[in-house]
Nanobody, 125 residues
């Protein structure tokens, strides 16, 4: 069992930055790939970014590539999402998750078994 707690969300103006953190319980954090997803009101959950356990394999959704950076610190059992040049369309609840299914694409939420409760990000225009 892994428990995840996101933090760092808030209200920011168009073009601003935020850094989200995801703190994980458990001593085997480094073996798990992690993902960030988001869900805006009235919309389906969507993939944002993925990072492998070692941090060597990173993937982004096209809508955030070049603006967002995913990273992790296995010594602190934490993952991060640095978000720059934020836009109003980035407004959503952001979730981190642990990937458990390698036979399912990293962009598919079904590949992830443990989820945090989310942190709200609001970008004002």
């Amino acid at each position: 069992q892994v428990q995840l707690v996101e933090s760092g969300g808030g209200l920011v103006q168009d073009g601003g930055s935020l850094r989200l953190s995801c703190a994980a319980s458990g001593r085997t954090f480094s073996v798990y790939a992690m993902g960030w997803f988001r869900q805006a009101p009235g919309k389906e959950r969507e993939f944002v970014a993925h990072i492998s356990g070692s941090g060597s394999n990173i993937y982004y959704a096209g809508s955030v590539e070049g603006r967002f950076t995913i990273s992790r610190d296995n010594a602190k059992s934490s993952a991060y999402l640095q978000m720059n040049s934020l836009k109003p369309e980035d407004t959503a609840v952001y979730y981190c998750a642990v990937r458990r299914r390698l036979d399912i694409a990293y962009s598919n939420g079904d590949a992830y078994a443990y989820w945090g409760r989310g942190t709200q990000v609001t970008v004002s225009s």
